[in-house]
């Protein structure tokens, strides 16, 4: 297991996600730890991501899927090119597609376990398939293409 | 188009979604309105909900995807009763699956149209396909599957 989620390699200026950048101080701060084969995230939801009373908000857990499934497949990358992800050069992911299946609404209130899988990957692309747990059953499935690209650092 | 928007009309109790719940103080408040066609939502991103400089979060545009999609859903299978979102019994869904994909970055400083058509629907379910418009571009699309459900208020 890595010590530090990747997210915490992501350079200083693109680290402003929303979902899981640690500049972003209104974001989510999500994290995803790889192992070297699973990347693995866990996060507690706040009381106000509400679905409906006592159910957590598809649309968080949306977003957890797709900023964990961006993390592993980076994490992947770096694994596969055999470099450590605080060497150059940067290796960056943007979501290309997010597929999530609702399985059983989501309980409010314990801390949600993700655990990702990098089921296909070339230069170009990564598939990462991933499980959301809560209270050790799984809630939602995700399927998230990421697609590499030379920069986040993009114009208009 | 109804005057008011759709989620105007859910359940005080269950009106508490992050997404769309007009009862959730800290939510997005995304507004679906129907015109018998069509279900058109406006968001403007708050300048938090980052993806990387200069574009919009991904997982949040999921979000507004979601939430409106519901709305679509909803209004659609009202006006398929042949009655207005006011009368009982209520009609209401939950996420069966969300499915979206990225085209371009979705620039962020700009209002975001959301345009949704209800492509199928019985009495379980409905698939909802979406435009998500910027400047008149569409940056990325979606389609949901909404299952009915008898009420929002489940129990674990």
């Given at each position: 297991?890595?010590?530090?989620?990747?997210?915490?390699?992501?350079?200083?200026?693109?680290?402003?996600?929303?979902?899981?950048?640690?500049?972003?101080?209104?974001?989510?701060?999500?994290?995803?730890?790889?192992?070297?084969?699973?990347?693995?995230?866990?996060?507690?939801?706040?009381?106000h991501h509400t679905a409906f009373p006592g159910?957590?908000?598809?649309?968080?857990?949306?977003?957890?899927?797709?900023?964990?499934?961006?993390?592993?497949?980076?994490?992947?990358?770096?694994?596969?090119?055999?470099?450590?992800?605080?060497?150059?050069?940067?290796?960056?992911?943007?979501?290309?597609?997010?597929?999530?299946?609702?399985?059983?609404?989501?309980?409010?209130?314990?801390?949600?376990?993700?655990?990702?899988?990098?089921?296909?990957?070339?230069?170009?692309?990564?598939?990462?398939?991933?499980?959301?747990?809560?209270?050790?059953?799984?809630?939602?499935?995700?399927?998230?293409?990421?697609?590499?690209?030379?920069?986040?650092?993009?114009?208009?």
């Amino acid at each position: 297991m890595q010590k530090r989620p990747i997210q915490d390699y992501y350079p200083d200026e693109t680290a402003v996600c929303y979902g899981c950048g640690r500049n972003n101080p209104d974001g989510l701060h999500i994290q995803t730890h790889w192992d070297g084969e699973e990347g693995v995230c866990r996060f507690t939801p706040k009381p106000h991501h509400t679905a409906f009373p006592g159910f957590v908000y598809g649309g968080l857990v949306a977003s957890l899927i797709d900023c964990h499934s961006m993390g592993t497949a980076i994490a992947a990358a770096y694994q596969a090119a055999g470099r450590d992800p605080d060497t150059e050069p940067e290796i960056t992911c943007v979501t290309g597609s997010l597929n999530v299946r609702y399985l059983r609404p989501t309980p409010a209130g314990v801390e949600l376990v993700l655990r990702s899988r990098v089921t296909r990957m070339d230069e170009k692309k990564a598939t990462v398939v991933t499980s959301v747990y809560a209270d050790g059953v799984e809630c939602v499935s995700g399927e998230v293409v990421a697609v590499r690209v030379p920069s986040r650092m993009m114009r208009r």
